[in-house]
């Protein structure tokens, strides 16, 4: 099985539309992270979480909010999809010198 | 000007050729630097990992830190087809090791047979 899971792999949604994805591992790491990938401007953090009680926001938070629903799971939503947040997004776990990502979610906002 | 610069290709060599990855960044205060290498439709793994200045290697892959130029390198030996991917650097400064990496944009690499 692996290490980090994200659901959905796909999704189209329309402009306005509220969307949530979905990250779970197995590995205990208290650690975890979402990041968006555009071609062209690497990975971007959104958000990070170091515990159930601990989450902070990254280098581009407006638009999104993050739940830490327990240690092994955190879900990244977006209120008010809007196509400029179409891109590929990552969650990912561990520590900054060992991260561990996930296969990716692909998001398109029509 | 952002924190992390890396060239973003595509880079193509002939299969065994050497490869030279490079990033420069801005930022001072880096301690840690990584590579990532990202297959199509994957998400990024890591590949080394190197605290500070100075080299390391993992068999075909050398990972250089010159932080006098704040400039990092990965060089690939004796290139594989398997090889062909997105090379990402990555850094992250203390204090408090948050976890927090800058990424760089991402070099594509074509290793031809």
């Known amino acids: 099985d692996a290490d980090v899971t994200q659901t959905p792999r796909n999704r189209i949604t329309k402009t306005g539309k509220r969307i949530m994805l979905e990250c779970s591992q197995t590995?205990?790491?208290?650690?975890m992270y979402w990041y968006r990938q555009d071609p062209g401007l690497g990975l971007r953090l959104i958000y990070y979480s170091f515990d159930v009680k601990d989450i902070n926001k990254g280098e581009i938070s407006d638009g999104y909010s993050v739940s830490r629903q327990a240690q092994a799971k955190f879900s990244l939503s977006l209120e008010s999809a809007i196509p400029n947040q179409t891109a590929l997004y990552f969650c990912?776990?561990?520590?900054?010198?060992?991260?561990?990502f996930g296969p990716g979610t692909r998001l398109t906002v029509l | 000007q952002k924190e992390v610069e890396q060239d973003p290709g595509p880079l193509s060599v002939p299969e065994g050729a050497i490869v030279s990855l490079n990033c420069t960044y801005s930022?001072?205060?880096?301690?840690?630097f990584m590579w990532y290498r990202q297959y199509s439709r994957k998400g990024p793994e890591l590949l080394m990992y190197?605290?500070?200045?100075g080299n390391k290697e993992d068999g075909r892959f050398t990972a250089q830190v010159d932080k006098s130029s704040k400039y990092i390198s990965l060089f690939i030996r004796d290139s594989q087809p398997s090889d062909s991917a997105t090379y990402l650097c990555?850094?992250?400064?203390?204090?408090?090791?948050?976890?927090?990496?800058?990424f760089g944009q991402g070099t594509t690499l074509q290793v031809k047979p």
């Open positions: 990555a850094m992250s400064a203390p204090p408090g090791n948050t976890g927090k990496l800058i």
């Open positions: 190197t605290y500070s200045s």
């Open positions: 590995k205990g790491h208290d650690r």
């Open positions: 990912a776990i561990g520590r900054v010198n060992e991260q561990f």
């Open positions: 930022n001072s205060a880096f301690q840690y």
